[in-house]
């Protein structure tokens, strides 16, 4: 009874500090700290970068909606779609951008439920790119139909016949779960800002701040009695947004799934479209986050650890998508159907081949198996060469979906293969520009992170902490690497 | 109403704390005491502070169910009346029976989505009493901290066990720093 005991003890002190001891925020920073740093993000004059950056997609954005402008004017015939390729740039970028927000609400909403705690330093920022990237999507639908000024039909309302929508359409069930979707998460995202605007308000220094921001902030004043209801509502929240974001790809993939295009007409759809928006989502994360981290000196709060987490998304999200892909080979190997068996070839060995063994295979299947290795989780560069691999990946994956089961039609004489034009090129590239220019714009103006969010990851917002001298939640710090 | 010297209400008295432990300890205190009518102000929710000042669960979801409800009906509503009784739609020949309701749910299941998450998102500003345009609060300049580092209990002059001395002393002994009279205009 003498030795074996104390040998178990210290092994579970180890344990427990390997556990334990990796703070949220490094160096150990206080809660001033946060605050000065991450309001000073939107307090300091722009730097010369954000100007420089702000003026290219500013310029792409412009001509993206000059191409708009072009495209409803003169009409669909500007873009290389033709039958029977009816679906081609548009419905590809409106299912890239949609999915691109899932991995916002995945960090707000589903690790929210989950107390994954170190969702608080990127919440704020994914969220933002999920309102933007929404905004991007529903860009298309609306154009897409040829005569924009009757984008109104499809609102529940009849039209000038007195004929009423297809409620049992899939198109009308996206409609509601795209703008259900969109507002959901403004009404979250507004949420999360009020105590963060509070925090503006009281450090803002010129009347015109000092206005807006204690109009926005509502009056809060952080009293206990207020974030007990605050809680409970951001918490339903969370709930119902989980739901809700599950829903809406899986609708989204209903556009597909309920049609008879060989390749389109398979019940993996859902979950499969479900798998990718998280993975996409995550890739354009950190392809915002790694720059402005290393931009506004953030490294203490978007840690290594955090980009670690992120990375370990992919992998698992990058992995289920590969699982899918080969589900669908096998199924149309194994279901015996002639023109499901034919489009998967033409997948693989037809016009499209290297966009599926570059983009499906080589960017969306295997690039992320890097991060099985904990030495490309933890490096910046392999972490941002992967994102931007999974994100154009992700592109490919949905205009091989879209376009390759079309080019091959039942009929023979009917075959042809999508080329794009400027307009359809230049209209993606400016919702590149709005997506980037509304971001840019938003780490101006709000903070960035979560701030009151952030401060409850610090072991000093612990109501019981210091009474166990023994156990700390956090090291003394100084080991951990910040860059 | 209780008034200062110069004539000023007095709205509350006020303290501030040094951290968020020493202030969730004061609020036990303060609710042992017997008083109703307080609050305690933080940069962020402090973990189990509900139960420090003694109050129960929020029942903001009532409100929440209850836009969950008008939302599932509303869909209902929109739904059914055109496809049942305004313009029977006949897509392609395709079946419009009973047995098609199902393609009814997923209209209904994010208007019930959309309706709880309004109903959640007004609930909590009415139930908060919220937006207001100020409040005696921040007549104290130290609570400008409030959102960035500072942690405040502030015990109103309404409350009936209000007394200056007693509270002053409650405020020192549970460690409370810079203690003042908040003003009420």
Not at chain 1, 401 to 421: E, Y
């Amino acid at each position: 009874m003498d030795a074996a005991p104390t040998v178990a003890s210290e092994t579970i002190r180890q344990a427990e500090r390997r556990i334990a001891h990796v703070p949220l925020v490094l160096n150990r920073r206080n809660f001033s700290w946060l605050t000065e740093r991450i309001s000073a993000v939107v307090e300091q004059t722009a730097p010369r970068w954000w100007w420089v950056a702000f003026t290219i997609t500013a310029s792409a954005a412009t001509f993206g909606l000059f191409c708009i402008g072009y495209q409803i004017s003169t009409g669909v015939g500007t873009w290389g779609n033709q039958i029977p390729v009816g679906w081609a740039w548009d419905i590809t970028n409106f299912v890239f951008w949609i999915g691109i927000g899932h991995a916002g609400t995945l960090i707000s909403a589903i690790l929210f439920l989950l107390r994954q705690k170190w969702r608080t330093s990127i919440n704020r920022s994914a969220e933002a790119m999920t309102l933007f990237a929404v905004i991007c999507a529903a860009i298309f639908p609306g154009i897409h139909v040829g005569r924009f000024w009757m984008a109104w039909y499809l609102a529940p309302i009849p039209n000038n016949w007195g004929i009423w929508q297809n409620f049992r359409s899939a198109l009308m069930w996206d409609v509601f779960a795209v703008s259900t979707y969109f507002t959901v998460s403004v009404l979250f995202w507004y949420t999360g800002l009020v105590p963060d605007l509070a925090t503006l308000r009281d450090r803002a220094t010129t009347r015109v701040r000092k206005f807006l921001f204690g109009i926005f902030a509502l009056g809060w004043r952080g009293s206990n009695r207020n974030w007990r209801h605050y809680e409970m509502a951001y918490l339903l929240l969370a709930g119902l947004s989980t739901p809700l974001v599950l829903s809406v790809h899986s609708v989204v993939s209903f556009d597909f799934a309920t049609t008879v295009i060989p390749t389109w007409h398979t019940t993996i759809f859902p979950p499969y479209f479900v798998a990718g928006a998280i993975f996409g989502g995550f890739a354009m994360v950190l392809t915002l986050l790694l720059p402005c981290r290393a931009m506004f000196k953030l490294q203490d709060v978007i840690t290594p650890q955090h980009i670690d987490k992120m990375a370990k998304i992919i992998l698992l999200t990058g992995s289920f998508v590969g699982y899918a892909y080969m589900m669908e080979f096998f199924v149309a190997w194994y279901s015996g159907n002639a023109y499901e068996r034919f489009a998967f070839w033409n997948r693989v060995l037809g016009p499209y081949w290297w966009y599926w063994w570059l983009g499906m295979l080589f960017c969306n299947c295997l690039s992320p198996q890097l991060f099985w290795f904990r030495w490309c989780r933890r490096n910046i560069l392999v972490v941002f060469f992967v994102s931007m691999c999974v994100n154009a990946g992700m592109w490919f994956e949905r205009f091989i979906i879209i376009a390759g089961g079309l080019i091959r039609d039942f009929l023979p004489s009917s075959w042809r293969v999508f080329h794009p034009t400027w307009v359809d090129i230049w209209t993606y590239i400016g919702t590149l520009g709005i997506f980037t220019s509304l971001f840019l714009l938003f780490v101006r103006f709000l903070p960035m992170i979560a701030m009151s969010e952030v401060k409850t990851a610090v072991p000093e917002a612990d109501p019981h902490y210091g009474e166990l001298p023994g156990i700390q939640s956090v090291s003394p710090g100084g080991k951990e690497r910040t860059r | 109403m209780m008034k200062t010297p110069f004539g000023h209400n007095v709205y509350a008295m006020a303290a501030e704390y040094p951290s968020a432990a020493a202030l969730y300890e004061a609020a036990k205190r303060i609710r042992d005491a017997g008083f109703r009518r307080w609050d305690v102000y933080s940069p962020f929710p402090i973990h189990g502070m509900d139960e420090a000042m003694g109050l129960g669960k929020s029942w903001l979801s009532g409100w929440v169910l209850f836009g969950g409800v008008s939302g599932l009906l509303t869909a209902a509503l929109v739904e059914f009346g055109p496809s049942w009784g305004l313009y029977r739609l006949d897509v392609h020949g395709k079946p419009w029976n009973f047995w098609t309701v199902p393609a009814f749910f997923p209209i209904m299941f994010e208007l019930t989505i959309l309706f709880s998450a309004f109903a959640a998102f007004f609930a909590w500003q009415g139930m908060n009493r919220l937006p207001r345009w100020n409040h005696p609060m921040f007549n104290w300049d130290r609570f400008s901290r409030v959102t960035n580092d500072g942690f405040f209990l502030a015990i109103e002059a309404r409350d009936p066990r209000f007394t200056e001395e007693g509270v002053h002393r409650l405020l020192e002994e549970t460690g409370g720093q810079h203690i003042t009279i908040v003003h009420e205009d």
